[in-house]
């Protein structure tokens, strides 16, 4: 499935911790590998005028030619060895120019590492990944800075396994397949292990009252049943799809939350999980849509430390989910049966 695994790099030692996560998947598919990294015309940011520098072409060609440079002798180091390189340098703004880029060379995969901006510098900067993340139409897999790397785990002698999240529509199966063939590529040749976890989401003014207590206690009980019955369902269409070859042991649990980013986050980082990465879809909404509603892949994006892959759903399959819902809040109507999360 990963036959051409494209990996932005920045110069930093930071960024070049993609490589041998990149390696280990082009390895195991036989695939090939782009390097990539984005000369900026922007060179610095004004914090009070909000303005920009904007660098010469005369700059903008040293830059790439030391770019190229760069990237050549990335190609040249031992983990790199026996896999098909290719190298590439544009210009222009660094995030939409790599999903472009991932778009028109039809890019299986972007594997890359997030600075971890936070407060101030995240508003005003952004973050690439984050913007990567929401608009790029293949998968995504980020490193967190300081975070682990799917690959430290073979140096302690663990077998790789993902935390999955679903919720029961199609948008959140979306990144079941890229998941699949992601785990088994970086946990060749041992067995990988998928982990489903479907959170019932419930809201937290539940229970207020004696009333609401029975409701709520009642509702969620419900919704937790539905929510088995569908686990169990995805498992055994698994166990004979597109998936069955990659020989994965898969597990599922339901849980309830009234704030599932927080609980994805605390349950993908628990000791007892012994989770290699973390994958969830998005979908992919953006401005005052999303200021209202939130996010929660994009909090638990900025809230984890594990590698996260991130998938937007087809466009086809997100405007057919979005017509089955109301007001376009991404979710079923409470008691619906479903349990859905809503993972935007």
Known sequence: MFERILVPLDGSERAEQAIPVAARIAKATGGSIVLLQVVEQVTAYDMYSVRSAIISQQDIEAASEKATDYLTSITQTDELEGIGIQVEVLTGVAAPTICEFAQSTEADIIVMCSHGYTGFKRW??????????????????????????????????????????????????????????????????????????????????????????????????????????????????????SVAHLNLAITAAVSASSDVAHTIVEESESPEGGYALLALSTHGRSGWKRLVIGSITQRVLHSTKLPLLIVRPRQGVAKKEENQTPAGTGEKAPGDGQGRVGLL
């Not at 973050?127 to 682990?148: C, F, K, W």
């Not at 979306?174 to 019932?200: D, K, N, W, Y």
Request: charged share 20%.
């Open 124 to 241: 005003f900067l952004g973050s690439v990944a984050d913007v990567v993340s929401r608009s790029a139409t293949v998968p995504v897999l980020i490193l967190r800075e300081g975070g682990l790397i799917p690959t430290d785990m073979f140096q302690n002698g663990n077998s790789l396994r993902a935390l999955v999240m679903v919720d029961g529509s199609p948008l959140s199966e979306a990144v079941i397949e890229p998941a699949a063939h992601l785990v088994a590529a970086l946990a060749a040749p041992a067995q990988g292990a998928l982990h489903f976890s479907r959170i019932v989401d419930f809201p937290a003014s539940y229970g207020e009252g004696k009333s609401q207590v029975n409701f709520s206690m009642e509702f969620v009980g419900q919704e937790e049943e539905a929510a088995k019955a569908y686990l169990t369902s995805l498992m055994e269409q698994l166990k004979k799809g």
